[in-house]
């Protein structure tokens, strides 16, 4: 059964630095875009950042410049380097395929939570 496995959420202070990961099992991950998502309380899931297969990336506006999505493929897993994190950036995190659930269903998540 494919998975996916997010970790590395946490509380940190607004100017802070996380690092999550994201650990993939099967052998679709290497073919796949990958990206992450977010659902802050009260709101929709949302999909902040990209990665292709061939490492192109892509950003929603509200995240550029501040995260960085990367890959390895020889580890199926996807990363998603935090900076500059804001409180409204408190949300749980999702990574899945672009569009989702290409061959991958919904982990649980890791939650991040930017307060002071």
């Known amino acids: 059964q494919v998975q996916l496995v997010e970790s590395g959420g946490g509380l940190v202070q607004p100017g802070g630095s996380l690092r999550l990961s994201c650990a993939a099992s099967g052998s679709i991950f290497r073919i796949r875009t990958m990206g992450w998502y977010r659902r802050a309380p009260g709101k929709h899931r949302e999909w902040i950042a990209t990665?292709?297969?061939?490492?192109?990336?892509g950003y929603t506006d509200s995240v550029k410049g501040r995260f960085t999505i990367s890959r390895d493929n020889a580890k199926n897993t996807v990363y998603l380097q935090m900076n500059s994190l804001k409180p409204e950036d408190t949300a749980v995190y999702y990574c899945?395929?672009?569009?989702?659930?290409?061959?991958?269903?919904w982990g649980q998540g890791t939650q991040v939570t930017v307060s002071s």
């Open positions: 899945n395929t672009v569009p989702a659930g290409l061959g991958y269903s």
């Open positions: 990665s292709t297969s061939g490492g192109d990336t």
